[in-house]
């Protein structure tokens, strides 16, 4: 008779653990047992796209809002809530996990769009995505080519642009480009950010896109967009450019967003690879080989283990990174070193499960391939695993100047 598998998840550890945090974290997990893996079970598969109602409810349930302000109808709760609410998602689907960035974006525009969108983007009634990323500049920011023209009443775009997810169904994109030309000795001058307002499940005029054929995140489509002389009026540069003297102010903007977002893709991570080891902990003791359940076999009951251990590891990490974010310490080599760990321990966790799984875990069958492709992916965006290297590194020795 097989038993009833524990829960891997450990409490939330003093002094981090308050009934609100408990209360929060139940939701989400319930949510996303309940509501979120049926769907992506189903979904995933055949590459459907998150339905419309998913999204209503996350809204409802306050997912969109966890770090907006409560003037705008968000939580005004911090990263630590935000990483709480992600990881459960992601046990069940991370692309629902992702997408919850999305409504983040309203609260770098400026101050009269924030305050026209923001109320809609916490309920999730206005999300957006972001173009960074282009053919030859990848994890190199300062390689981006992509020209901002300045024109009376605002700028024309032109270039092209990889990686962008849900730029269909954006109701903004966010874009990363240069406003004047790129210049190999001053590499990092003149980037700044433009929100390219649309109508959700269309391109504006002057963009164009193509679809990516990915492997893996599916619920949602990833595009490559082309921007030719796509109009953007004044009001729509990210910041003043007035206010930005330095000639690396806007590539420092960017950069310096990234410490959430490392966080959260380390909570994905863990989500993942607790999927997996929850369904680990269940298949082996159901799945019977040689008269015995094989849990029963050291070298499965050791794997699950080791897989036990490095997730713990992670999750304990990200607490406290997380806690470091919201108490306004600077953590961007902490948040470096927390996403590198937890997406490569995602990626040997989950293929883990895949071998214990054997034959069925190369199946559709078994959500287990999902959670192996999604994990592949948290070591390449939000910054690859050399790139985190590269900032731990460069905080612990620096380079030494050229001369």
């Not at 990686?163 to 590499?187: E, H, M, S």
């Amino acid at each position: 008779m097989s038993r009833a598998p524990l829960d891997p998840r450990s409490p939330i550890p003093a002094p981090y653990r308050t009934g609100e945090r408990d209360a929060i974290q139940e939701m989400a997990r319930s949510f996303a047992m309940n509501k979120v893996l049926p769907v992506a079970n189903r979904l995933d598969p055949e590459h459907g796209l998150i339905p419309d109602e998913l999204r209503q409810e996350m809204g409802e349930l306050g997912f969109f809002g966890i770090m907006a302000p409560e003037r705008y109808g968000g939580l005004e709760l911090g990263v630590f809530e935000y990483a709480l609410v992600t990881e459960e998602l992601s046990r069940a689907w991370m692309s629902v996990a992702s997408i919850i960035a999305r409504s983040g974006m309203a609260l770098v525009l400026n101050p009269a769009q924030r305050e026209k969108y923001l109320p809609l983007a916490v309920r999730g009634e206005w999300l957006g995505c972001f173009a960074m990323s282009e053919p030859g500049a990848g994890s190199d920011i300062a390689s981006v080519r992509t020209r901002a023209a300045k024109v009376d009443g605002g700028w024309l775009l032109n270039g092209q642009k990889m990686w962008c997810t849900f730029a269909d169904q954006a109701d903004c994109i966010l874009v990363v480009a240069r406003n004047k030309p790129y210049d190999p000795d001053r590499r990092h001058s003149g980037i700044r950010q433009f929100a390219v307002h649309k109508a959700s499940g269309t391109f504006p005029e002057g963009v164009s896109g193509n679809p990516i054929k990915k492997i893996g995140y599916h619920g949602w489509r990833t595009f490559e967009l082309s921007f030719d002389d796509c109009f953007v009026p004044d009001d729509c540069l990210v910041g003043s450019e007035r206010a930005e003297t330095a000639a690396d102010a806007g590539f420092k903007r960017a950069a310096a967003a990234m410490t959430t977002p490392r966080i959260h893709t380390a909570a994905r991570s863990i989500g993942l690879a607790r999927g997996a080891l929850e369904d680990s902990i269940a298949y082996v003791q159901q799945r019977e080989q040689f008269g015995r359940p094989i849990g029963d076999f050291q070298v499965t009951r050791f794997k699950i283990a080791n897989m036990a251990s490095e997730i713990e590891a992670c999750r304990a990490l990200m607490y406290q990174v997380a806690a470091k974010a919201d108490a306004g310490e600077k953590c961007d080599m902490s948040g470096a070193m927390v996403k590198y760990l937890a997406s490569e321990m995602s990626e040997r966790v989950t293929s883990e499960a895949l071998q214990i799984h054997g034959g069925a875990g190369y199946t559709t069958d078994f959500p287990i391939e999902r959670y192996w492709r999604d994990a592949r992916l948290t070591k390449i965006f939000e910054g690859t695993s050399e790139i985190m290297q590269r900032i731990i590194s460069d905080h612990l020795l620096p380079p030494t100047p050229l001369r």
